[in-house]
């Protein structure tokens, strides 16, 4: 997936965008303004546990910190219940980057709107754009804490936030070895299988082939830009599925090949009375050309689209390329 594939995405689904080159991430619960805002400020309930000072009231000053690795001082300098909250970053340090204070003088911005018979969350980090380095890892963690952990702590009254050990190993695993993420839900380890088989329900209904039994082969394909064949390796009911990518030819980069040999990865495991959902594409790290579009289209397929198939029973897949062909014109 290159970036002309993922604004295709944007166009169709509306519900990730990147505004001005910020991180920026939105979705919709049935959830009223008002209790959507009391989540976002509880945020030792979907962050860390880790954090030091208020969080909840106009111009608290608090310090979210994992041992020496990142520590991060905000300031809450906008406050409108039921609408809007910015933390701005006073001081920041990294350690795994060249710039330790990349994210200092950044806002963190969550705006609450009402669309329709729904709550929309909108979650900005500007200032946090392509051309930092720790962009990659730190776009795939706010897409892990915003789209799994808040929202579950929106929707079901209980977020994930990590132990910052635990936290830190999956910011690792997800920067430096394999693409992974994962989110919760209040569905059964059954119905999380049969929805993430159903693959022309939230990834592409341009799919050929069989996708719900062991050995099945089949192929994706959006345009000219991405085409893959994966099969299925293994197929373990309620617990494990895996596509291994027998083949891929990716237009927009110069080994066209990088998936080949790569395998993506369905773990599905009981957590607290809840299930967890655990994708890992491995092969797929930032030493290769399409980490990138291949982590945010990946990002967006799982916790977005095959999140919402699980949820309410209705993902957001790419549509048939004649639909597209003819919404153009």
């Not at 310090?63 to 990142?70: L, N, Q, R, V």
């Not at 709107?113 to 500007?126: L, M």
């Not at 999140?307 to 549509?319: A, D, E, H, T, V």
């Amino acid at each position: 997936m290159n970036c002309l594939d993922l604004i295709l995405v944007i166009i169709t689904k509306g519900e990730k965008i990147m505004e001005n080159k910020n991180y920026s991430t939105t979705f919709l619960v049935d959830q009223t303004p008002d209790k959507v805002f009391v989540a976002i400020n509880n945020v030792r309930g979907w962050w860390s546990q880790e954090i030091d000072g208020d969080t909840d009231k106009p111009g608290a000053v608090y310090t979210y910190h994992y041992k020496d690795s990142h520590i991060c001082k905000f300031k809450i300098t906008e406050f409108v219940p039921g609408k809007k909250v910015v933390w701005h970053v006073l001081a920041n340090y990294f350690n795994f980057t060249k710039d330790k204070t990349e994210w200092k003088n950044t806002d963190v911005v969550f705006e609450i709107s009402r669309k329709k018979d729904k709550t929309e969350v909108r979650f900005t980090h500007a200032g946090l754009v392509p051309a930092y380095e720790c962009y990659e890892a730190c776009s795939n963690a706010w897409g892990l804490f915003i789209n799994g952990s808040l929202h579950d702590l929106i929707t079901t009254g209980k977020g994930n936030p990590l132990p910052w050990e635990e936290t830190s190993d999956k910011v690792s695993e997800m920067s430096k070895n394999n693409f992974t993420t994962s989110f919760v839900v209040d569905k059964s380890p059954d119905e999380v299988f049969s929805a993430v088989n159903n693959v022309r329900g939230w990834w592409s209904e341009e799919i050929e082939g069989g996708t719900n039994k062991p050995g099945d082969v089949f192929k994706f394909h959006h345009l000219d830009v991405h085409n893959s064949t994966h099969q299925i390796t293994e197929f373990v009911p309620g617990k494990k599925i895996v596509w291994h990518t027998v083949d891929s030819r990716l237009n927009f980069i110069k080994d066209k090949t990088e998936w080949n040999g790569t395998d993506v990865i369905f773990e599905i495991s009981n957590k607290d009375g809840m299930t967890e959902l655990r994708f890992t594409h491995i092969g797929l790290n930032p030493k290769v050309e399409c980490y990138g579009a291949c982590s945010e289209g990946w990002s967006f397929y799982i916790n977005e689209s095959l999140k919402n198939l699980i949820i309410i029973g209705k993902g957001q897949p790419n549509r048939k390329e004649k639909e597209l062909e003819s919404k153009k014109r």
